[in-house]
């Protein structure tokens, strides 16, 4: 498939309509840096512009339950499937970009705990004075983590010294000011944040990884372009961008 798609891109850019088209995109914030990076790309080759929102995944989702209508979405895969059997999005044009997975973050400079297994994830967990994460059912990974700690049994210690921050309303940025120990976010939303360090990946056992694609909506009348900048964005030559922004391969 992977080797197809430059092919399926061209033939979408044939097909794409003469006059440049706008597309408005809704994305959750894990892919803004590789967008940032590969939309001037696609607008320079095709003459499209793409408008981007970026709006917290459990909010993007129920935007388009209740009707709004961009031309296509950027979300993680079990969210496109569900707005997908809602009649939402369209099967034709889905593309998928990368898969990331949870990282914890301390202040540039600053000692890194051990979070190499479980246990010790805990314990650096209750050895910080503070700790940030995003909302818990606002973000995939905000909710993992309210899962996390209770399966730690930690919840009532976490309770107390956490902020509830998603890094699109400054949360990555908490760490770097000190204002929190340590933070856990999807490793896309950090690597471009300076004075932050990744202590590593959380362990297996408490890792979520969550795989990125883009779909058209059911309500694009002219989904030609929206899919068109789909393809670009999952060809192989683009792969570099994704796995420097904290992307690595869809499975």
């Known amino acids: 498939m992977q080797d197809t798609l430059p092919l399926i891109l061209a033939a979408m850019m044939a097909a794409a309509p003469a006059a440049a088209a706008d597309i408005t995109v809704m994305s959750g914030g894990a892919p803004k840096e590789a967008l940032s990076e590969l939309i001037p790309q696609f607008e320079s080759a095709t003459g499209h512009r793409v408008k981007m929102s970026y709006v917290l995944i459990t909010a993007l989702r129920q935007k388009i339950i209740d009707g709004e209508t961009p031309d296509m979405v950027v979300m993680p895969t079990t969210a496109i499937d569900e707005l997908m ?8 044009g889905r593309g998928t970009f990368g898969t990331v997975r949870l990282v ?3 202040k ?7 979070i190499s297994t479980s246990d010790a994830f805990k314990a650096a967990l209750l050895n910080a004075r503070s700790v940030v994460y995003s909302r818990p059912g606002a973000t995939p990974s905000g909710t993992h983590m ?12 976490i309770e107390k010294k956490a902020a509830y921050k998603p890094a699109l309303e400054g949360g990555v940025q908490m760490v770097a000011d000190g204002a929190a120990d340590i933070g856990i976010y999807p ?15 959380l362990p ?3 890792q979520l990884s969550l795989v990125y694609a883009g779909a058209v909506t059911a309500a694009n009348t002219s989904p ?11 060809t192989p030559d683009k792969r570099a961008v994704w796995d420097k922004a904290g992307f690595g391969p869809a499975p």
């Open 85 to 92: 059997k809602l009649g939402k999005l369209r099967e034709a």
């Open 108 to 114: 540039t400079g600053v000692a890194r705990p051990d």
């Open 224 to 234: 030609e372009a929206a899919a068109a900048f789909i393809a670009f964005l999952s």
């Open 146 to 157: 309210a899962k996390i700690v209770a399966d730690l049994q930690i919840a009532d210690a």
């Open 204 to 206: 297996d056992a408490l």
């Open 104 to 106: 914890a973050i301390v």
């Open 187 to 201: 490793a896309s939303e950090v690597v471009h944040v300076a004075g932050v360090e990744q202590i590593g990946p």
